[in-house]
T-cell receptor, first 112, second 116 residues
C-alpha cells in the first residue's frame, strides 16, 4: 500500500539555523508529493508540492525536491525563523487516487 | 474569500451517544474530503465525495461511521454509538476537480471530538 515516513520530532533549532526534515514514501506509479504545515491553533495549509520526478517545490523559503530514485521529498530551509515553529506533514497522492496519505508529522520548534 | 468551515469546533459526548459533525466547503468546490487526526493513528483519510459520483468510503474505520453530502455542498459526518477511540480531530477539506486534474485541498479548522 501507500505510505509516508517522516523523521521523528520534535526538531529544535536556533533562529537562522538550517532545517532539514526527512520524508520518504512508498507508492506505486508516480504519486504527487506535498508538504503541509499546521501552525499552532490553525488548520492545515499547503506549503509546497511537486507532481513529477526532479520537480522542486518552493514557498516561503522552504524547498523540497521530488527524488524518484530515493523515493524521497525532504523539506529544507536555509535560515529558520521563530515564526516557522509548527508541525510539518509530508503527504502523497497516489496515481488514480484523490485522497492524501500523510506522514505522522514533525514538530519544529525554533528558539530565538 | 470564505474558507472551509466546520461546526462545532469542539464536541464532548458520552460513550454510546451519536454525534454529527458538519462541513461547509468552499463555494464551487466539487470535491469534499473527511480526514481524522488522532494521537495514535496520525492523519488518516475517511471518505471522499466528488460531484454526483458514488463516494469513496474506503477509509471509514467501521460501520458506525457514515457521511452524506446534500446538494453537492454541505456534508455531515455521523458517528453512531461513539467509543473512546473515536476521540480525535475531524478535518474536512475541499478542492476543485475536473478534467482529470486534482487541485489543492483546502482544510477547515477541524472539530475536536472527545468521547468520555
Amino acid at each position: 500500500g501507500n505510505s509516508v515516513t517522516q523523521m521523528e520530532g520534535p526538531v529544535t533549532l536556533s533562529e537562522e539555523a538550517f532545517l532539514t526534515i526527512n520524508c520518504t514514501y512508498t507508492a506505486t506509479g508516480y504519486p504527487s508529493l506535498f508538504w503541509y504545515v499546521q501552525y499552532p491553533g490553525e488548520g492545515l495549509q499547503l506549503l509546497l508540492k511537486a507532481t513529477k520526478a526532479d520537480d522542486k517545490g518552493s514557498n516561503k523559503g522552504f524547498e523540497a525536491t521530488y527524488r524518484k530514485e530515493t523515493t524521497s521529498f525532504h523539506l529544507e530551509k536555509g535560515s529558520v525563523q521563530v515564526s516557522d515553529s509548527a508541525v510539518y506533514f509530508c503527504a502523497l497522492r497516489a496515481t488514480g487516487r484523490r485522497a492524501l496519505t500523510f506522514g505522522s508529522g514533525t514538530r519544529l520548534q525554533v528558539q530565538p | 474569500g470564505a474558507g472551509v468551515s466546520q461546526s462545532p469546533s469542539n464536541k464532548v459526548t458520552e460513550k454510546g451517544k451519536d454525534v454529527e459533525l458538519r462541513c461547509d466547503p468552499i463555494s464551487g468546490h466539487t470535491a469534499l474530503y473527511w480526514y481524522r487526526q488522532s494521537l495514535g493513528q496520525g492523519l488518516e483519510f475517511l471518505i471522499y465525495f466528488q460531484g454526483n459520483s458514488a463516494p469513496d468510503k474506503s477509509g471509514l474505520p467501521s460501520d458506525r461511521f457514515s457521511a452524506e453530502r446534500t446538494g453537492g455542498s454541505v456534508s455531515t459526518l455521523t458517528i453512531q454509538r461513539t467509543q473512546q477511540e473515536d476521540s480525535a480531530v475531524y478535518l474536512c477539506a475541499s478542492s476543485l476537480e475536473g478534467g482529470g486534474i486534482s487541485y489543492e485541498q483546502y482544510f477547515g479548522p477541524g472539530t475536536r471530538l472527545t468521547v468520555t
